[in-house]
């Protein structure tokens, strides 16, 4: 239950920063996701206009790294890009603790949304339109890709490769 109203103020929160905000986005309600291809079929789209959020820990510190759904992390790009030794993925309780939210629910935000820095790979840029769950796994927000990043305000740099699929 906590769970629940802790999802409901996240994507209340995505909510108010994009309308603040004045940019323009869309909302599609969906069966439960978990995963981003179950997003991407959920939503009719390339898995690649997916924005897939991920929280990982640098040198004991947390943030969200924000990717196109079509590609995994590479921990070694990460660790050499901010000159780190340790990284690791937060764990399901790290998470909730940290945002709230499920696994597969993470909206692809830091600050003011999470108290996390915003890393974002280039590869979620090449989209004109993205799509993210906010909050709740079962509702995604589509946008601009360019929006998205005026608002997000996100450090960007490489840190991924394509998925073999």
């Known amino acids: 239950m906590v769970a629940a109203i802790m999802s409901r103020r996240v994507l209340e929160a995505v909510r108010t920063l994009l309308t603040d905000s004045g940019v323009p986005f869309e909302e599609l ?3 439960e996701v ?3 291809e179950e997003a991407a079929a959920a939503r009719g789209w390339p898995l690649e206009r997916g924005a897939k959020a991920l ?5 004991g510190r947390f943030g969200v790294y ?4 079509s590609r995994s992390m590479q ?3 990460v660790r050499h890009h901010l000159k780190a030794r340790r990284t690791r993925f937060a764990t399901p309780e790290e998470l909730a603790e940290l945002t709230g939210v499920e696994p597969g629910a993470v909206p692809p935000f830091g600050r003011p949304i ?13 989209q004109q339109k993205i799509g993210f ?4 796994r079962t509702l995604s927000i589509l946008m601009a890709s360019a929006d998205w990043r005026a608002v997000a305000r996100p450090e960007v740099f490489t840190f991924t490769r394509k998925e073999n699929r």
Do not use: N, Q
């Not at 999470?114 to 090449?126: G, I, M, R």
């Not at 769950?133 to 709740?136: N, R, S, W």
């Open 133 to 136: 769950t906010a909050g709740v």
């Open 66 to 69: 924000v990717m196109s759904g």
């Open 29 to 31: 309600e969906h069966a």
């Open 114 to 126: 999470f108290d996390l820095p915003l890393y974002a790979d280039p590869s979620v840029l090449e």
């Open 34 to 36: 978990r995963t981003s």
């Open 55 to 59: 929280v990982f820990k640098v040198d």
């Open 75 to 77: 921990s070694r790009l």
